[in-house]
């Protein structure tokens, strides 16, 4: 920071200082992130990235199910216990499925596979990357002629694109298992409606929503955790802060992304089928 500049314009200098960090570093992001998408998609079907990709997948699903289907039937116990009061008093108990599975299958689900997975994967590849960067063992897979973003960040991203939708499935099941064991065995909702209503109202729209949803979700927790790591500070302090960093952007990013793509996803729907049948 320059000396020259008046005290009391210095706040405004730090301001513009971080805002170019800021614009350059997203600029950074998206070419790291056009490259990686470019050498995925071009080379994905080669054998050698089918052999770097399968461990990527075990890892980022096998080892993700468990915490993934906890999660998911807990998401759908709470749904039924907390609105089971609301609609019993307005005498609609029968139509308390149609509301736990949709909002599970439409929005819930997606949304916390998707921090799940940011939590429990996107961490673990931040920090993994990170280590082998501060311990030059990125430089040393280019200094042998091989390009670390093909070697190291496409089967991540990869595996994250992948099974994210997948893990979305297993969490939109046991939630909706979840909220029909509370509301029926619990609360003695009559079986039946419970499921006719819960077929009027969830659309095969609405399963596809989530599910692309997801999909985006996955993309982006692998390239921001993969540039996370790619980038982080020497040191065990910069791995730490580069893994932390990781989390809170995923995060933050699949709450805006969820919230843009319900908004592009509801009015795709609105045009393909109507107004009345989204409804």
């Known amino acids: 920071?320059?000396?020259?500049?008046?005290?009391v314009l210095r706040p405004v200098e730090r301001l513009g200082v971080r805002a170019i960090d800021g614009v350059a570093g997203f600029g950074d992001f998206c070419i790291f992130s056009g490259k990686a998408i470019v050498r995925g998609f071009a080379g994905g079907l080669h054998?050698?990235?089918?052999?770097?990709?399968?461990?990527?997948l075990f890892e980022v699903g096998t080892r993700s199910v468990p915490v993934i289907l906890i999660t998911g039937a807990f998401i759908g116990m709470v749904?039924?216990?907390?609105?089971?009061?609301q609609f019993a008093s307005a005498g609609l108990a029968d139509r308390l499925g149609a509301v736990v599975?949709?909002?599970?299958?439409?929005?819930?689900?997606?949304?916390?596979?998707?921090?799940?997975v940011a939590g429990r994967v996107g961490g673990a590849l931040t920090a993994e990357l990170g280590t082998m960067r501060v311990t030059e063992q990125i430089?040393?897979?280019?200094?042998?002629?091989?390009?670390?973003?093909?070697y190291l960040v496409v089967p991540r991203f990869l595996a994250c694109l992948l099974l994210t939708p997948v893990l979305t499935v297993f969490c939109d099941l046991t939630g909706v298992l979840g909220g029909y064991f509370?509301?029926?065995?619990?609360?003695?909702?009559?079986?039946?409606?419970?499921?006719?209503?819960s077929q009027f109202a969830v659309a095969n729209w609405d399963i596809a929503t989530g599910l692309i949803k997801s999909l985006f979700f996955g993309g982006?927790?692998?390239l921001i955790s993969c540039y996370k790591g790619f980038n982080c500070r020497a040191g065990a302090e910069g791995v730490g802060r580069a893994t932390t960093d990781a989390f809170v952007t995923n995060f933050v990013v699949l709450l805006a992304m969820d919230f843009f793509l319900a908004v592009a996803m509801q009015a795709m729907g609105i045009h393909l089928y109507g107004y009345k049948q989204i409804l």
Do not use: C, F
């Not at 054998?47 to 990527?56: E, G, T």
């Not at 299958?105 to 949304?111: A, H, N, Q, R, S």
């Not at 430089?139 to 093909?150: C, E, K, N, T």
């Open 1 to 7: 920071m320059s000396s020259r500049v008046p005290i």
């Open 47 to 56: 054998w050698r990235n089918w052999r770097l990709l399968w461990p990527q």
């Open 79 to 85: 749904l039924a216990v907390q609105a089971y009061l």
């Open 101 to 116: 599975n949709i909002s599970v299958v439409k929005e819930l689900g997606p949304i916390l596979a998707g921090v799940m």
């Open 139 to 150: 430089d040393a897979v280019r200094a042998m002629g091989s390009d670390p973003i093909r």
């Open 182 to 197: 509370i509301s029926t065995h619990v609360y003695t909702v009559s079986e039946v409606p419970y499921w006719r209503h």
């Open 220 to 222: 982006s927790i692998g």
